[in-house]
């Protein structure tokens, strides 16, 4: 949602959102996915989210928000514009305090005002309805800001214990900035709820991201320490990451607590019910990062400086899932399964029902790799060209072997040096059940427009597409091969779309 060229310097779920969900239903397609919209810690990873259950205050449109009374239109007329990459520190200093600007005005005048008068109902039932995880977040989340700390961990004791005397002063100190965090993720979830009626209208479901680690700097941990692999002092005892890979020599090393799933086990997988609950809320399919870590995750000493000294240790796999569906009943999921994926991998999630991934651009190295070309795909496949963790397909083919660059054309004869669209056929053309493609690799656009490098912290995640670069034409070529690849109808239906993710 970053990468929407929308007022403000970020992308958000404002205008240039439902401009896009338009450019989608011309072009005829089905599915939307998007990295996770979680709030972000260091480095603005999607991955490495402060909460796992609440919204990113930046992706709330203001434009929307003077709409509906919150802020005065002159007071957001300064902002920047809708071009160029993010800025993320210039979204901190200038968009975020509008923001909390637009909400405190909302709670100043919400309760007397006959015009805010139906929002202010809404948000009272909001608040009761999400208070599970509502109020520590938003207390979390203030808590982050007043200390500046850069982690909970570095907090005063007794607020790192969440010792009850400590919380009951924090909320009672702070009430005025835990209540405009409440009406922050209030108005989120009015502007992303907008957006998926504005999307299913047009019979398009949102494919939405949940990575299976939470970042240790979040309001998870620290509400809920007894559920993750942490010493006496809360601190992690050993670290999320994998061995090392196609994309690091030495793994890579995530820093994110691994569960005690014992303890999870014990309460009957509690917080994983809810979490998956919230996601099915959220989206209408629910793709599973790193879905090998179900059955197994590569567990690293915390001391250890890279992912190179690792272990496999089992999770719990088909126990948790069999828990899920006993609680939520059957559910929209799609397995991440890239990388070392072993055939125990393969038997849990066939046992599920889940599709599988496969990327073209992993395809051409060598035998081995024909698993992500399209005559090897089964219709229980979603396909992609690349994705936000590889290089954009023009970037990819700049930088490939002279091996790969012969194997890519005698599949899909000359590209002249873009390849882009004719992956893109191909992929679209296979019997893969459902075919994604990035954004950049529709535009043609080389590495300066790769998402994110992994195992490299810094200097990721803040492409954004260029002002009306979503054109008729576009859309029309788009629709012309979602015609000719049977690819136009939803096999859903219209009022499918927006009722997948309850069923």
């Known amino acids: 949602m970053t990468s929407l060229p929308s007022c403000g310097g970020i992308g958000d779920l404002g205008p240039a959102a439902h401009e896009f969900t338009g450019f989608l239903a011309r072009a005829k397609q089905h599915i939307w996915q998007v990295l996770p919209l979680c709030p972000t810690g260091f480095g603005n990873s999607p991955y490495a989210g402060s909460s796992a259950f609440a919204g990113n205050p930046a992706l709330i449109s203001l434009e929307i928000l003077s709409q509906w009374l919150w802020i005065d239109a002159k007071r957001i007329s300064g902002l920047a514009g809708r071009t160029g990459n993010v800025d993320f520190d210039a979204v901190e200093q200038r968009k975020l305090p509008l923001l909390a600007e637009a909400a405190a005005n909302f709670l100043d005048r919400g309760l007397g005002s006959p015009e805010l008068a139906g929002q202010w109902a809404e948000f009272e039932a909001f608040c009761r309805a999400e208070a599970a995880w509502l109020d520590d977040y938003a207390l979390y989340a203030v808590l982050r800001r007043k200390f500046n700390t850069g982690a909970w961990t570095e907090w005063p004791e007794p607020l790192r214990r969440r010792e009850a005397k400590a919380l009951e002063e924090a909320f009672a100190q702070n009430e005025r900035a835990v209540a405009i965090e409440k009406a922050l993720q209030f108005a989120f979830a009015r502007q992303w709820n907008r957006l998926r009626d504005a999307a299913a209208e047009h019979a398009i479901r949102i494919l939405g991201d949940v990575a299976i680690f939470v970042n240790m700097d979040s309001a998870d941990v620290w509400v809920h320490p007894e559920i993750f692999e942490l010493d006496k002092d809360l601190q992690p005892i050993r670290i999320a990451g994998v061995p090392p890979d196609y994309f690091s020599k ?204 992994p195992a490299v912290a810094t200097g990721n995640w803040s492409w954004r597409a260029p002002q009306n670069c979503w054109s008729d034409e576009m859309a029309a070529r788009l629709a012309a091969l979602a015609e000719v690849t049977d690819r136009d109808n939803d096999p859903l239906g219209k009022q499918g779309a927006r009722d997948q993710g309850s069923k």
């Open 250 to 453: 030495t793994g890579q090393r995530w820093g994110n607590p691994l569960y005690r799933w014992n303890v999870l086990k014990e309460r009957g997988f509690d917080w994983w019910i809810d979490r998956i609950r919230r996601a099915i809320a959220l989206y209408d399919i629910v793709r599973l990062d790193h879905f090998r870590g179900f059955e197994a995750y590569w567990a690293i000493p915390a001391a250890e400086e890279t992912a190179v000294n690792g272990e496999w240790v089992k999770a719990p796999g088909l126990e948790l899932f069999r828990a899920l569906e006993s609680a939520l009943g059957p559910l929209p999921l799609v397995a991440e399964n890239l990388g070392m994926i072993t055939p125990a991998v393969d038997a849990l999630r066939l046992e599920l029902g889940m599709p599988t991934m496969k990327v073209l651009q992993f395809g051409f190295n060598s035998k081995g790799a024909h698993i992500h070309l399209p005559q090897r795909f089964k219709t229980d496949t979603v396909a992609y060209t690349g994705t936000h963790d590889n290089d954009t397909t023009q970037g990819w083919w700049d930088a490939a072997s002279e091996k790969e660059r012969k194997a890519v054309e005698a599949l899909v004869s000359p590209v002249n040096g873009r390849p882009a669209w004719p992956l893109i056929r191909a992929a679209q053309g296979s019997v893969a059940e459902t075919a994604i493609v990035p954004a950049q690799d529709l535009l043609g656009l080389g590495s300066e427009a790769r998402m994110n490098t």
